[in-house]
């Protein structure tokens, strides 16, 4: 299980990485289940009224007798960041203690059954897709006995950004929780993730995205969604231990 990554280090990389502003307030160099970091989704469509049909000048404008203005021109895609919790929190859930209680152990989805799953079913089938920028994600690698904490990030040093879910928990009191959970896929055949996890475990990576199909995953019809549940090259990743201070 995904259950540390690192957050973009300078803020500066927001913008350069993903378009969107850096977060008003600094996320912590590392991000654990029920720490707040940071997500980008689409930005709500604002209100605008209906753009007036133009009447027909003359007479060859129209064909029997109805006017056929112009299709309009689709609306440009606009990013947003947002604060939340790691750890998702479905909209089912009764209580504050009980939330606490399951979004340590929602931090990840599983892409094989996200659209089936009790806990992210509302949020895939309403298509609340999220991006959650990271410089790493760290795994154990038990290869030598014991569990030694590993860097994987790009080989390039470029942030990442992984595909997520988010949703909006609201208690009877009125409490909101907004939160996040990343999406895994299967790395048991993976050339360098199957080195890392648990022994005799299946092994998860989490899905990363391509940098152009960032717009694609967020606009896409859930059914076409899961085309992007993929697997990232091994030989564009690379791996090291956790330098402890």
């Known amino acids: 299980m995904s259950s540390q990554y690192e957050s973009l280090q300078p803020a500066a990389l927001y913008p350069d990485a993903f378009n969107v502003a850096a977060p008003e307030t600094p996320v912590g160099r590392n991000v654990w289940p029920r720490q707040p970091g940071v997500f980008i989704r689409k930005a709500p469509a604002a209100a605008a009224p209906a753009p007036e049909a133009a009447e027909p000048d003359t007479p060859d404008a ?12 689709a609306a440009p895609l606009v990013l947003e960041l947002v604060a939340g919790q790691f750890g998702f929190v479905p909209t089912w859930v009764k209580s504050a203690s009980d939330a606490k209680l399951r979004s340590t152990k929602l931090v990840n989805a599983r892409s094989e059954t996200v659209s089936t799953s009790k806990n992210f079913y509302d949020a895939w089938t309403h298509g609340q897709r999220c991006i959650v920028p990271m410089m790493a994600f760290i795994e154990d690698d038990y290869r030598s006995g014991k569990a030694v904490p590993t860097r994987i990030a790009r080989v390039d040093g470029k942030p990442m950004g992984v595909a997520g879910l988010w949703e909006r928990w609201t208690g009877a009191d009125g409490q909101v929780i907004v939160s996040f ?19 005799g475990s299946e092994k998860r990576m989490p899905a990363v995205l391509n940098e152009g199909a960032y ?16 697997a990232y090259p091994a030989n564009w990743l690379t791996a090291n231990p956790v330098q402890k201070k």
């Open 62 to 73: 129209q064909t029997d007798g109805a006017a056929h203005p112009a299709p309009a021109e």
């Open 181 to 199: 959970t990343l999406l895994t896929v299967n790395a048991n055949s993976h050339a360098l993730m199957n080195r890392y996890q648990q022994p």
């Open 215 to 230: 717009g694609a995953w967020l606009t896409a019809h859930p059914q076409k969604a899961k085309e992007f549940m993929r």
